[in-house]
């Protein structure tokens, strides 16, 4: 299996202030059409997952562009350029090029 | 927009099989190309996936799990559903049912989600 890290399991920003969170794979995660398989999630408060960022950099339907993903191969991060309240949660990364899919264990953004 | 809700029992005594449903709203379940999914979260570890079904019926499992799932589709209910057999306490997580676009998306919905609880 693919293991997924996520370092660090949690994060605290000031409003306003950029954060960033990484995701490293213990495989490549870039397939032969040029895209790497790599997904960003998150899980607000009480809530189902929802979908940030896929294929790496591609942001989901309505997901604000204050969101980025980045990253090649075994390391990528997701920026958030001004975090909001709104954005509190656990942000997961996960691989869906190779069954089973697996994910990172989740960094909890907090509002400081 | 494609909605995605599970329902079952939300209490299962030990070795016995846990069953899950996931209908399927907004959209036609044979529709297109997609995979269910069924992915579960115990408290305090990260989400694991359990396996999935493409639209044609195919199906691939969590080799960690495979010996006790079973995913199955209803084309005519338009909902798909897991069966884990065997279940012990570790068993016991957030069940989510979620759906993925072959070559694009692992996940690009997830249902709302159902606490199973596996206790006697």
């Known amino acids: 299996d693919i293991v997924m890290t996520q370092p660090p399991l949690s994060l605290a920003v000031t409003p306003g202030e950029p954060a960033s969170i990484s995701c490293r794979s213990s495989q490549s995660l870039l397939y032969s059409n040029g895209y790497n398989y790599l997904e960003w999630h998150l899980q607000k408060p009480g809530q189902s997952p929802q979908l940030l960022i896929y294929?790496?950099?591609n942001r989901a339907s309505g997901v604000p562009d204050r969101f980025s993903g980045s990253g090649s191969g075994t390391d990528f991060t997701l920026k958030i350029s001004r975090v909001e309240a709104e954005d509190v949660g656990v942000y997961y990364c996960m691989q869906p090029l190779q069954a089973p899919y697996t994910f990172g264990q989740g960094t909890k953004l907090e509002i400081k | 927009q494609v909605q995605l809700q599970e329902s079952g029992p939300g209490l299962v005594k030990p070795s016995q099989t846990l069953s899950l449903t996931c209908t399927v709203s907004?959209?036609?379940?044979?529709?297109?190309?997609?995979?269910w999914s069924w992915i579960r979260h115990p408290a305090g570890k990260g989400p694991e996936w359990i396996g999935r079904?493409?639209?044609?019926?195919?199906?691939d499992y969590n080799p960690s799990l495979k010996s006790r799932v079973t995913i199955s589709i209803d084309t005519s209910k338009n909902r798909f559903s897991l069966k884990l057999t065997s279940v012990t306490a570790a068993d016991t997580a957030e069940y989510y049912c979620?759906?993925?676009?072959?070559?694009?998306?692992?996940?690009?919905?997830w249902g709302q989600g159902t606490l199973v609880t596996v206790s006697s």
């Open positions: 907004g959209a036609s379940i044979s529709g297109g190309s997609y995979y």
């Open positions: 079904i493409h639209t044609t019926g195919s199906t």
């Open positions: 294929l790496g950099s």
């Open positions: 979620a759906r993925g676009t072959p070559m694009l998306t692992g996940v690009d919905h």
